[in-house]
Nanobody, 122 residues
Framework: QVQLVESGGGLVQAGGSLRLSCAGS????????MGWFRQAPGKEREFVAA????????YTADSVKGRFTISRDNAKNTVYLQMNSLKPEDTAVYYC???????????????WGQGTQVTVSS
């Protein structure tokens, strides 16, 4: 079993930056593929980014390419999402996820964090 706890969300102006962190525990952290999803009120859940066991394989949604970067530090059992050039449409609850397969489909991940709110003002 894996427990995930996100932090780093908040309110930021358009064009600003935030770094989300996801601390994992319960099992060998480096054994899992990690990712980030987001969901805005009234909208469907959306894939943001994913990263492989060692950090060598990264996948980023077209909507955030060039602005968001996913990384992981296995020694710290932590995954990060660096978000730059934020836009109002990035406003959502951001969820950290972990799974045993590489996927961009939310239902195929095994573990989810509680979510952290990111709000981007104009």
């Amino acid at each position: 079993q894996v427990q995930l706890v996100e932090s780093g969300g908040g309110l930021v102006q358009a064009g600003g930056s935030l770094r989300l962190s996801c601390a994992g525990s319960g099992r060998t952290f480096s054994s899992y593929f990690m990712g980030w999803f987001r969901q805005a009120p009234g909208k469907e859940r959306e894939f943001v980014a994913a990263i492989g066991w060692s950090g060598g394989n990264k996948y980023t949604a077209d909507s955030v390419k060039g602005r968001f970067t996913i990384s992981r530090d296995n020694a710290k059992n932590t995954v990060y999402l660096q978000m730059n050039s934020l836009k109002p449409e990035d406003t959502a609850v951001y969820y950290c996820v972990a799974g045993v397969v590489a996927t961009t489909i939310a239902g195929e991940y095994d573990y989810w964090g509680q979510g952290t709110q990111v709000t981007v003002s104009s």
